[in-house]
Nanobody, 123 residues
Framework: VQLQAFGGGLVQAGGSLRLSCAAS????????MGWFRQGPGKEREFVAA????????DYVDSVKGRFTISRDNAKNTVYLQMSSLKPQDTAVYYC?????????????????WGQGTLVTVSS
């Protein structure tokens, strides 16, 4: 599966942004989808993930209540709605796909990655 993330940009603290990740190739609905991010000088970290049907999600504690992951299998797209953004959310955001049906939070569990989209939150 090929993934392309887009929707990043510059936003003020407290603002909102929606990222999208479009997939092509194998049936989109067969993948668990995740979002990760990598801030300046930091390792890539898990942000959110969603099961194949969209019935279950998981988030890193730092974004709970502010970010929402969702997917539209008919459009082969996964979304990350980000609200109440903080400067510490500044990072390159990556979408990733996992063939196994269980949500995972480690980078090694995902076999397919998009190219990343930059989100910059100004204070």
């Amino acid at each position: 599966v090929q993934l392309q993330a887009f929707g990043g940009g510059l936003v003020q603290a407290g603002g909102s942004l929606r990222l999208s990740c479009a997939a092509s190739g194998r049936p989109f609905g067969s993948y668990v989808m995740g979002w990760f991010r990598q801030g300046p000088g930091k390792e890539r970290e898990f942000v959110a993930a969603i099961t194949r049907s969209g019935g279950s999600t998981d988030y890193v504690d730092s974004v709970k209540g502010r970010f929402t992951i969702s997917r539209d299998n008919a459009k082969n797209t996964v979304y990350l709605q980000m609200s109440s953004l903080k400067p510490q959310d500044t990072a390159v955001y990556y979408c990733a796909a996992r063939s196994y049906p269980v949500i995972a939070t480690t980078t090694g569990a995902y076999g397919y990655w998009g190219q990343g989209t930059l989100v910059t939150v100004s204070s």
